[in-house]
């Protein structure tokens, strides 16, 4: 028995992610999400082609992050 006002250290709690109100809330937004894309298929489908041209220079910009620059070995001395 834990005196008054402690709790036990190693009581099991449920994670966030899996109480019945995230789960429902999960749900409602899958179901938006999917009815949201059905409804608006026709404009996405006209659209990919200029998405993809729009995500060319944006991977040019942001993807050589990894690497640094453009430009070659800097020579020292």
Do not use: D
Request: glycine content about 10%.
């Amino acid at each position: 028995m834990h005196p008054p006002g402690r709790q036990a250290v190693n009581t099991p709690h449920a994670p966030r992610y899996r109480t019945k109100g995230a789960v429902a809330v999960a749900m409602l937004a899958v179901i938006a999400l999917f009815s949201l894309i059905r409804e608006h298929w026709t404009h996405l489908f006209g659209a990919w082609v200029y998405l993809l041209l729009l995500l060319c220079p944006l991977l040019h910009l942001y993807g050589h992050a990894g690497h640094g620059s453009h430009h070659g070995p800097e020579s020292k001395g």
